[in-house]
Antibody, heavy 122, light 108 residues
Framework: QVQLQESGPGLVKPSETLSLICTVSGASIDRGGFCWSWIRQPPGKGLEWIGFIHPGGTTSYNPSLKSRVTISADTSKSQFSLRLTSVTAADTAVYYC??????????????WGQGTPVTVSS | EIVLTQSPGTLSLSPGERATLSCRASQSLSSNYLAWYQQRPGQAPRLLIYGASSRATGIPDRFSGSESGTDFTLTISRLEPEDFAVYYCQQYGGTSYTFGQGTKLEIK
């Protein structure tokens, strides 16, 4: 059974850097066919894809966040991480990590972590 | 960027009734690239449908997806109490992924 678990600070000050880690169990993050993603959801709002990392280390980011986002992976720990710089109150959200799968030319997010709330406030 | 517009915003129905949720794409979209998710309060989204009409593992057959041009539909044939939640459609646009704004399915 694939499981993902987010961890990191729940409170970040404006202009600082948000850092989160996702720990994966039940699957290898360096196995082909899957990408490891971050998605967020502001309070009471919808979902926004942030980006993902491919097994080979290639990354893909939402163009609206690209200048502030870095996603990296540590395969030895089965973890991947998110760094979001220069945060503002608009970055307050529940942050989810998720696995993006590829089957029969379809792309979708099949396993999700439980989510971790992050508040940007001084 | 392809924009997904879901309707209605809120749908009020009773258990046992049929639910029809719509997701319209702003431009042509391969059906391969459309998925549906269910999100219950306080929980992460759960994959229901991928490739517009393929049910994910473990999803009951009362859930079905279809497409007609740029219009995609999620149908729940007979509502169970646990089906009342928010539903999102999601698309892959070649370089990015976007979600619709969601449809809240509430008990009437």
């Amino acid at each position: 059974q694939v499981q993902l678990q987010e961890s990191g600070p729940g409170l970040v000050k404006p202009s600082e850097t948000l850092s989160l880690i996702c720990t994966v169990s039940g699957a290898s993050i360096d196995r082909g066919g899957f990408c490891w993603s971050w998605i967020r959801q502001p309070p009471g709002k919808g979902l926004e894809w942030i980006g993902f990392i491919h097994p080979g280390g290639t990354t893909s980011y939402n163009p609206s966040l690209k200048s502030r986002v870095t996603i990296s992976a540590d395969t030895s720990k089965s973890q991947f991480s998110l760094r979001l710089t220069s945060v503002t109150a608009a970055d307050t959200a529940v942050y989810y990590c998720a696995r993006r799968a590829y089957t029969s030319a379809s792309f979708y997010f099949d396993y999700w972590g439980q989510g971790t709330p992050v508040t940007v406030s001084s | 960027e392809i924009v997904l517009t879901q309707s209605p915003g809120t749908l009020s129905l009773s258990p046992g009734e049929r639910a029809t949720l719509s997701c319209r794409a702003s431009q042509s979209l391969s059906s391969n690239y459309l998925a549906w998710y269910q999100q219950r309060p306080g929980q992460a989204p759960r994959l229901l449908i991928y490739g517009a009409s393929s049910r994910a593992t473990g999803i009951p057959d009362r859930f079905s997806g279809s497409e007609s041009g740029t219009d995609f539909t999620l149908t729940i044939s007979r509502l169970e109490p646990e089906d009342f939640a928010v539903y999102y459609c999601q698309q892959y646009g070649g370089t990015s992924y976007t979600f619709g704004q969601g449809t809240k399915l509430e008990i009437k």
